[in-house]
């Protein structure tokens, strides 16, 4: 399934795309169903620091 992207130009629009279906019925609440991924890249993988920096190594 692709993802849309979506590129707001003001805060107001960024703010009505974050929540246009994050209305959580059964919390009652407002629920992003989004995270931080850490990485400004969408192309970085999801693996940590750590992991990063001891590729290749087999010792750590």
């Not at 979506?6 to 059964?26: D, F, K, M, Q």
């Amino acid at each position: 399934m692709p993802i849309a992207t979506v590129r707001p130009t003001t805060w107001g629009e960024l703010i009505e795309a974050l929540y246009a279906s994050a209305w959580n019925e059964s919390l009652g609440r407002y629920r992003l169903p989004y995270a931080f991924r850490g990485h400004p890249r969408v192309d970085e993988d999801l693996s940590s620091s750590l992991v990063r920096l001891a590729a290749g190594r087999p010792n750590v």
